[in-house]
């Protein structure tokens, strides 16, 4: 669709809005004041500056994982590790079976992970692609993990379908341990660097933990309409 | 937004003689308060990042224009479109059309108070397209022909029984002996039928916490992954938007989310922050293929100039309707308005104008805990004095209180007077009341001692002993 589609004109509230914020705001009366403001803005824009960063965060990368670790089963995440990624494809299936979990899997389309050797796990039944309704499994990479609170940062894309992260009743993470960073702030930065100044992604989801509702009661309720489970696998290997 | 025949003070005695509505609150009192007070605590910074939060917020606000105008071009970049509303009508109208276009059915709904705020879903009924909520609370809430009672939780006024009876009659596939007295058997029940109407959905309707300039984004927190699915399923995603909720940049909003669950449910981070940019990417393998911002205005414009600026700092935690005892006690109902608590009794005046919503500034003991408790440090009892001297100036305050403060007055402005009728009354309510030490019935104070006793007065007036003492200690 997208700018095929033609947008319903209501071009006459824009100026109307935009209009009242400015009468508001006094602009058009001192035309330094005006140029100053825009300066303003254009340097917000452009610096990037950070505010004020918990000191939780700030570690070594070996802490920076531990703490990741820590605070995402906080969250009641689940957390395994690997030493190398050749590894994963048993962690998962030992996982689904101590789960009591169908050996299916929806894997993302996914390089890193469509190569890894599934021929090892000969009962794990594997398909690619977006989730389907009735997915129980996804297994998708993450773009970075956040110390700070446990977070995962998922990038859609041709290789990763944000549908996988949210339609399976279970979903796996692959996180590399060198992609652990601390605060938010240096997540945002490698997004930056990856993109492209000002370039976005479709979506990027910060994901903490599996669903969960407290809107019964205040009991907290895990599964609500999201994943029921989210197990992070942490991929040790350093290089 | 309307103030639906509400009578404040009838709805008050309603809620408070509703021992249904009575138990279902104590999980405010009891959840809420100890679980933000515990994740502050945690956070050594707490504090001084709600100083950062309320000057990222005051920066923005004094450049709104500016911030919007570059959001807007990076929206349009992104292939998205940005439509701007100054009121509820012109809101309603974008929608009808773009779900028209788009063929709509059927819209799921993210969570949004704004949504609320320009009373979409019977808009969208009238127009033969279902709204289908999808957050747990706000399903409960629609099933029941009701409006959500809290920003946050929309059905905290409501008990597990009471869900039960309303899913054992409306969700008739389902096996009538089956067992949903639990609340995760009442949470599965919903997940299954939701589910279906997920994918069925032709456009996604949600909210956003924070609209970010430097790249168009659109920022969701939730925890039950509904607005994901409402986003990342149908062809079309609307995100309906006031125009208060942009941040320069995601470092602006990483203060601000680091402050916004902390202070709401005493989470340290949501379990979903997602952010949007745009249409679907050709390569994606899924994603809505179109975008749109409604980006509502309704009255914001106004109150950036003047007393009531600060109020559009706020991102909607709602710590300050969960210290509220006036909430406590009444619920969101009774306040007869999108927004209760005391962020709604300083914004719904703005919105509806102080003549429709007069009684709502009354609804405070000014104890100062909101104000205590919010994250961008808005002055929220300055601010319901504020409306309560525009009420009176418009001569909205009722005429028996509007005459007591007049007579207050005349004696304030006459100390010697003042002093004189105060010092009488204190001695005789005093030589009155000795015996007993209370009154159980005054002429005039009726509207108090039917509910308690007044105090007999023991001694001298205040004004008496400051005087005394400062005679003896000079």
Same mark, same amino acid.
């Given at each position: 669709?997208g700018s095929a589609?033609k947008?319903p ?12 914020l400015r009468r508001?705001?006094g ?8 140029? +100053?403001?825009?300066?303003?803005v254009?340097?917000?824009?452009d ?12 570690l070594?990368?070996a802490?920076?994982v ?6 995402a089963?906080?969250? +009641? ?9 050749d590894?994963?494809p048993?962690a998962i299936a ?5 789960a009591?979990?169908p050996?299916?899997l929806?894997? +993302?389309?996914?390089p +890193?992970l469509?190569g ?10 594997i398909?690619?692609?977006?989730a389907?309704a009735?997915d129980t499994a ?7 993990g956040i110390?700070e ?5 998922l ?8 549908s996988l992260n949210? $339609?399976?009743d279970?979903?796996?993470?692959v996180l590399?341990a060198?992609?652990?960073?601390g ?7 490698? $997004?930056?660097?990856h993109?492209?100044d000002?370039a ?11 669903s969960?509702?407290?809107d019964?009661e205040?009991t907290?309720q ?6 029921r489970?989210?197990?992070?696998i942490l991929i040790?290997?350093t290089d | ?6 009578n404040f003070s009838?709805?008050?005695r309603?809620?408070v ?8 609150m ?6 809420f /308060?100890g ?5 502050a605590?945690?956070l050594?910074?707490?504090e ?6 309320r000057?990222i917020?005051n920066?923005?606000l004094?450049?709104?224009d500016?911030?919007?105008e570059?959001y ?6 992104s292939?998205?479109?940005v439509?701007w ?6 809101a309603?109208?974008?929608i009808l059309?773009i779900?028209?276009q788009?063929g709509a ?15 979409i ?7 033969g397209?279902t709204?289908?909520e ?5 399903y409960?809430?629609?099933m ?6 809290h920003i946050?939780a929309?059905?905290?006024?409501l008990?597990?029984?009471l869900?039960?009876?309303?899913f ?6 389902f096996?009538?002996?089956r ?7 009442l949470?599965?029940?919903?997940r299954q039928v939701?589910?279906?109407?997920f ?7 949600t909210?956003?916490n ?6 168009g984004?659109?920022?969701i ?5 509904n607005?994901?699915l ?7 995603h609307?995100?309906v938007a ?7 940049t995601f ?13 709401a449910?005493?989470?340290e981070?949501?379990t ?7 249409p ?5 393998g899924?994603g809505p ?5 409604v980006l509502?205005?309704?009255?914001r414009?106004?109150l950036?100039?003047g ?6 700092r706020? /991102?909607?935690?709602?710590?300050c ?9 009444i ?7 999108v927004?209760p ?5 300083v914004?719904?005046?703005?919105l ?7 009684d ?7 104890c100062?805990?909101c104000?205590?408790?919010?994250p961008?440090r ?7 004095r504020?409306?309560r001297?525009r009420?009176f100036?418009?001569?909205v305050?009722?005429r028996?209180?509007r ?13 010697a007077l ?8 204190a001695?005789?309510?005093?030589a ?6 209370r009154?159980a019935r ?5 509207g108090?001692?039917?509910?308690r006793?007044l105090p007999a ?6 004004r008496n ?8 200690r000079p």
């Amino acid at each position: 669709m997208g700018s095929a589609q033609k947008a319903p004109s209501v071009s006459g509230d824009r100026e109307r809005v935009l209009g009242s914020l400015r009468r508001a705001l006094g602009r058009g009366q001192e035309a330094a004041a005006d140029a +100053a403001a825009r300066a303003a803005v254009a340097q917000r824009i452009d610096e990037h500056r950070r505010g004020l960063i918990p000191a939780r965060s700030q570690l070594d990368p070996a802490q920076q994982v531990a703490l990741f670790e820590t605070m995402a089963c906080q969250q +009641a995440a689940t957390v395994g590790h690997v030493a190398h990624r050749d590894a994963v494809p048993a962690a998962i299936a030992d996982y689904l079976k101590e789960a009591n979990l169908p050996p299916r899997l929806r894997v +993302a389309p996914d390089p +890193a992970l469509t190569g890894l050797p599934w021929d090892t796990q000969p009962l794990l039944e594997i398909s690619t692609g977006r989730a389907a309704a009735d997915d129980t499994a996804s297994l998708t990479g993450a773009f970075a993990g956040i110390a700070e609170t446990g977070t995962l940062m998922l990038r859609s894309g041709a290789q990763h379908p944000t549908s996988l992260n949210f $339609l399976p009743d279970v979903h796996i993470v692959v996180l590399r341990a060198a992609d652990v960073v601390g605060p938010y702030e240096e997540a945002w930065d490698r $997004l930056r660097a990856h993109e492209g100044d000002g370039a976005m992604p479709r979506t990027v989801n910060f994901v903490t933990g599996p669903s969960r509702t407290a809107d019964i009661e205040q009991t907290i309720q895990l599964g609500a309409h999201g994943p029921r489970r989210l197990h992070i696998i942490l991929i040790d290997e350093t290089d | 937004m309307s103030l639906p025949g509400s009578n404040f003070s009838d709805d008050v005695r309603v809620a408070v003689a509703d021992p249904q509505l009575q138990r279902a609150m104590r999980h405010v009192k009891e959840g809420f /308060i100890g679980k933000r007070a515990k994740a502050a605590a945690r956070l050594p910074e707490f504090e001084a990042l709600r100083d950062a939060a309320r000057d990222i917020k005051n920066h923005t606000l004094a450049h709104l224009d500016l911030y919007l105008e570059h959001y807007e071009a990076q929206v349009t970049a992104s292939g998205g479109h940005v439509h701007w509303c100054a009121g509820p009508t012109e809101a309603r109208a974008v929608i009808l059309d773009i779900c028209r276009q788009a063929g709509a059915r059927t819209v799921t709904k993210g969570k949004s108070m704004i949504g609320e705020e320009i009373d979409i879903n019977a808009h969208l009924e009238a127009a033969g397209i279902t709204p289908v909520e999808t957050d747990l609370g706000e399903y409960i809430v629609q099933m029941r022909h009701e409006r959500p009672s809290h920003i946050i939780a929309p059905a905290v006024h409501l008990t597990k029984d009471l869900i039960e009876a309303d899913f054992r009659a409306q969700h008739r596939q389902f096996p009538a002996d089956r067992s949903l007295s639990q609340v995760p058997e009442l949470v599965d029940e919903a997940r299954q039928v939701l589910r279906q109407r997920f994918l069925d959905a032709d456009v996604g309707i949600t909210g956003a916490n924070f609209l970010v300039a430097e790249t168009g984004s659109s920022i969701i927190v939730t925890n039950e992954g509904n607005g994901d699915l409402t986003q990342i399923l149908p062809r079309v995603h609307i995100v309906v938007a006031s125009l208060e909720k942009i941040v320069p940049t995601f470092e602006d909003a990483a203060t601000l989310l680091r402050v916004l669950a902390r202070s709401a449910t005493g989470q340290e981070f949501s379990t979903y922050t997602t952010v949007s940019t745009g249409p679907k990417r050709p390569d994606d393998g899924d994603g809505p293929a179109a975008y749109h911002v409604v980006l509502l205005d309704n009255g914001r414009s106004d109150l950036l100039d003047g007393p009531f600026r600060e109020i559009l700092r706020c /991102i909607r935690c709602g710590a300050c309707i969960n210290h509220c005892p006036v909430y406590h006690a009444i619920g969101g109902h009774a306040y007869g308005s999108v927004y209760p608590g005391p962020i709604g009794a300083v914004l719904t005046p703005a919105l509806v104008g102080i003549e429709a919503a007069a009684d709502l500034p009354e609804a405070s003991t000014f104890c100062g805990r909101c104000e205590e408790v919010c994250p961008v440090r808005i002055p929220l009892p300055k601010l319901l004095r504020h409306w309560r001297e525009r009420a009176f100036e418009r001569r909205v305050t009722p005429r028996a209180v509007r005459a007591g403060i007049g007579l207050w007055a005349f004696f304030a402005r006459r100390p010697a007077l003042y002093g004189f009728a105060t010092g009488l009354a204190a001695r005789l309510l005093g030589a009155a009341g000795r015996r007993r030490g209370r009154f159980a019935r005054l002429p005039l104070a009726g509207g108090w001692t039917r509910f308690r006793d007044l105090p007999a007065p023991e001694g001298r007036t205040f004004r008496n002993q400051w005087a005394a003492r400062k005679r003896h200690r000079p």
